[in-house]
Nanobody
């Protein structure tokens, strides 16, 4: 099964940018539906972005559309989440996840998860 490790989180001011990475091993990122989710303490984990296994089609939550871009590098077996125009409400722990098929929106259907990386945006 695939193992996922996120990196690239940190603290930035509002309006700044970060690029998160998710390195995969034990499986290749282009053979899974891959997603980015985020979660604040005491809140439900929420969908941020996903990329389809076939065709590499990307999907975004309305709250990040136009600001975040998800991509994958098959040679590096790595996912990326470029986050621009960051807002304080983007402050969360960000997770990458993988699944073989099915609804990409629902976090409970993803069996493979990274450990998460903290993003903090100050105003």
């Amino acid at each position: 099964q695939v193992q996922l490790v996120e990196s690239g989180g940190g603290a930035v001011q509002a309006g700044g940018s970060l690029r998160l990475s998710c390195a995969a091993s034990g499986g290749t990122v282009n053979t899974y539906h891959m997603g980015w989710f985020r979660q604040a303490p005491g809140k439900e984990r929420e969908f941020v972005a996903a990329i389809s296994r076939i065709g590499g089609v990307t999907y975004y939550a309305d709250s990040v559309k136009g600001r975040f871009t998800m991509s994958r590098d098959n040679d590096k077996n790595t996912l990326f989440l470029q986050m621009n125009s960051l807002k304080p409400e983007d402050t969360d722990v960000y997770y990458c996840a993988g699944k073989n098929s099915g609804n990409y929106l629902v976090w409970t259907t993803y069996p493979y998860w990274g450990q998460g990386t903290q993003v903090t945006v100050s105003s």
